[in-house]
């Protein structure tokens, strides 16, 4: 529900490789955003449709604190790919080729690298079954579930299955059934990586909240941090997505994560959609 239910909401809808946003500008006002507007803007039949929705809010220590949730209304502490398609947009706003966001995981570098590539340090990973989190202590390398996977913590929980070939996993089936399993209290985004080649990985994606999503941030720096950890290639790898190809270095400040963005289009709800919402 929207508070005041007179003023309108705008929103831009944008994509990184096919994952998908809508972005709702507030630095300068406008309605609060609650679930019942998330949830029911995330519906793709009656909606808009979205993997996650993005808040902009003032912040004075950067150019702008983002918020995310995820389609099914739950919150989401990041979302990589949203936060470079908003860099982009604040980069074209401002003229600037550098902008910082605020965000869970802290204050978010974000650069313009030229060719319409955008690029931000997503921070350090949570290598600590606690932060992650886990619900008791395992080897986070070695996890104790069939398939031999790997959790990471970008802010988000991931757990990563290295497999012959990610082509033939059944996405849907062991993506729903993971992203439940018991080990991750909080849920967990689940992704399916074959290598192939030595620096560059095929991976699918199961997101929380979400279902299976044509690419993810978070989830392809988690796989590049796992698979460096593994020794399976080294700490800068390119990553064969459903919905395109991004770039992941994790350099001692951070994890890089480089690619293209798109604003599709920009709207606004009508106030007989927010109606239904009361």
Known sequence: MVRDSETSVHFMKM??????????????????????????AGNRHR????????IIENDAGSDGRLVFFNSDGSPSATCGNATRCIARHLMDETGKSEVHLRTERGLLTALDVGDGLTSVNMGAPILNWRAIPLAQEVDIDHLPIDGD???????????????????????????????????????????????????????RVWERGVGVTQASGSSSCAVAVAAARRGITGRRVVIDL?????????????????????HVFSGTFTQAFLDTLK
């Open 15 to 40: 994509h990184g490789l096919g994952n998908d946003f809508v972005v709702i500008d507030r630095r300068h006002g406008g309605p609060q955003v609650t679930a019942a507007l998330v949830h029911a």
């Open 242 to 262: 459903d919905g395109g190809v991004i770039e992941v270095e994790w350099r001692e400040d951070g994890v890089w994560m480089t690619g293209p963005t798109s």
């Open 149 to 203: 996977p790997i959790a990471t913590g970008m802010g988000n929980p991931h757990c990563t299955f290295f497999v012959e070939n990610a082509e033939e996993v059944d996405l849907e089936g062991r993506g729903s059934e993971m992203e439940y399993h018991e080990l991750f209290p909080k849920r967990t985004n689940v992704q399916f990586a074959s290598v192939t080649a030595p620096d560059r990985l095929r991976m």
């Open 47 to 54: 909606g808009v449709g979205f993997d996650q929705l993005a």
